[in-house]
């Protein structure tokens, strides 16, 4: 059996957004003009689902998702030169726009893409296993519990609490 899951996002144009993420290189796996505006986009194994909804007004827009990568900086430069031979710019100001790779604090990049709809597309690379068990937040506690032998679960869900 396998399950996978994809995001169901919305936005003020479904043909905004056919246009934005073909110039990117998603491909279109599924549309619907009318009646209830829709589209289907997978780009290898990243798949996002679209609805258009009169009242999403992207600057408003709170949809966001994540992607997991083994390598974000391929990803980001893949997006990148198809926004600038395709759309000829790449705004970090305004939707839609690609944000630089960035190093978080527990170590992941980052780098975030934001859609015609407003939505933010989270676009991350997971890190090594061996670099897990050197973050502070992740040694053993024994608040947690009550035992020493276990992970503080709360500062690996939120770290930034």
């Given at each position: 059996?396998t399950?996978?899951?994809?995001?169901?996002?919305?936005?003020?144009?479904?043909?905004?957004?056919i246009r934005?993420?073909?110039?990117?290189?998603?491909?279109?796996?599924?549309?619907?003009?009318?009646?209830d505006?829709?589209?289907?986009?997978?780009?290898?194994?990243?798949?996002?689902?679209?609805?258009?909804t009169?009242?999403?007004?992207?600057?408003?827009?709170?949809?966001?998702?994540?992607?997991?990568?083994?390598?974000?900086?391929?990803?980001?430069?893949?997006?990148?030169?198809?926004?600038?031979?395709?759309?000829?710019?790449?705004?970090?100001?305004?939707?839609?726009?690609?944000?630089?790779?960035?190093?978080?604090?527990?170590?992941?990049?980052e780098?975030?893409?934001?859609?015609?709809g407003?939505?933010r597309?989270?676009?991350?690379?997971?890190?090594?296993?061996?670099?897990?068990?050197?973050?502070?937040?992740?040694?053993?506690?024994?608040?947690?519990?009550?035992?020493?032998?276990?992970?503080?679960?709360?500062?690996?869900?939120?770290?930034?609490?």
């Amino acid at each position: 059996m396998t399950e996978f899951t994809i995001p169901v996002l919305p936005c003020s144009s479904v043909k905004d957004m056919i246009r934005f993420y073909k110039a990117i290189g998603f491909e279109i796996i599924e549309k619907q003009i009318s009646p209830d505006p829709s589209v289907h986009v997978r780009f290898g194994g990243i798949e996002i689902y679209f609805y258009e909804t009169k009242q999403q007004n992207s600057k408003d827009s709170s949809g966001t998702c994540y992607v997991l990568t083994s390598d974000v900086g391929k990803l980001y430069r893949s997006f990148a030169d198809s926004i600038k031979r395709n759309l000829g710019e790449i705004s970090f100001s305004r939707s839609p726009k690609v944000t630089p790779v960035k190093k978080l604090p527990s170590g992941k990049r980052e780098f975030n893409l934001i859609d015609p709809g407003g939505n933010r597309i989270r676009i991350q690379q997971r890190i090594e296993k061996d670099r897990v068990a050197s973050l502070p937040h992740l040694k053993k506690s024994k608040s947690f519990s009550g035992t020493k032998n276990r992970f503080n679960l709360s500062r690996l869900i939120f770290p930034y609490l």
